[in-house]
């Protein structure tokens, strides 16, 4: 099973690893810094070894990149992992708003049930099952997460369980929430907020998150 260096240190964009398996164009490491799709959160983009990762992809606690075919990689290579640092940076920042406003809706609406998200380079969305609009709830959900931005708090990010690889993150006033993303150091660093919301179909609200 790969160790994920991402959890340890996500501030991190290089990394020397050795590759574990080869199958036609998709391998193993058995260490990564390159965060693959999950939770909403997209993958990150870089090369290993020099080549460009085309995709990354859970299977169970495992990360299967795919390379272009004839990368001519094998078991036991010694290879350079480098990140697209402001990107993920940037996915970090985002995530880190989107769970926040997750968190200050389910304690505004009880009960409120979460059907989807995505958190892209230029924003981020949380589609709820909801049957009234959102909108009026969305600025003073903006200025609680700005004002936690402004607080600049520390946030905790470790292990619920680390044989099942069950994560958390917390900050003050917030009991911890289990996510398994890549998680920025303090609130500080998210940037001021601007949200927007949508109506992607009956009975579906969406909140757009975007950093200024």
């Given amino acids: 099973m790969v ?9 991190l964009s290089r990394l020397e690893a050795t ?11 058995d260490r990564t810094i390159f965060y693959a799709f999950s939770g909403g959160q997209e993958s990150d983009r870089g090369t ?17 990149y795919t390379l272009d075919a004839g990368h001519g990689l094998k078991p036991g290579d010694l290879v350079g992992i480098e990140i697209d640092w402001p990107r993920r940076y940037r996915l ?18 009880p009960g409120i049930e979460k059907i989807g998200a995505h958190i892209a380079e230029e924003k981020a969305r949380i589609d709820f099952l909801s ?7 969305l600025p003073e959900v903006a200025a609680q997460v700005n004002a936690l931005g402004e607080e600049d708090r ?31 150091k303090r609130t500080g660093e998210i940037g001021t907020v601007i949200l927007k919301r949508k109506n992607p179909g009956k009975g579906k609200e969406r909140i757009e998150i975007r950093l200024e």
């Fill in 154 to 184: 520390a946030i905790i990010s470790d292990f619920s369980d680390r044989a099942t690889e069950k994560r958390f993150w917390a900050i003050d006033g917030f009991s911890p929430v289990p996510c398994g993303g890549t998680h920025l």
């Fill in 3 to 11: 160790e994920k260096i991402f959890w340890q240190d996500p501030y």
């Fill in 92 to 109: 970090m920042r985002l995530h880190f708003a989107c769970e926040l406003v997750l968190e200050l809706v389910y304690r505004a609406h």
């Fill in 19 to 29: 590759v574990a398996s080869v199958r036609d164009n998709h391998i193993t490491l």
């Fill in 131 to 137: 049957g009234e609009s959102l909108a009026s709830l």
């Fill in 48 to 64: 290993i070894g020099g080549r460009p990762v085309v995709s990354a992809g859970k299977q169970g606690h495992e990360i299967i």
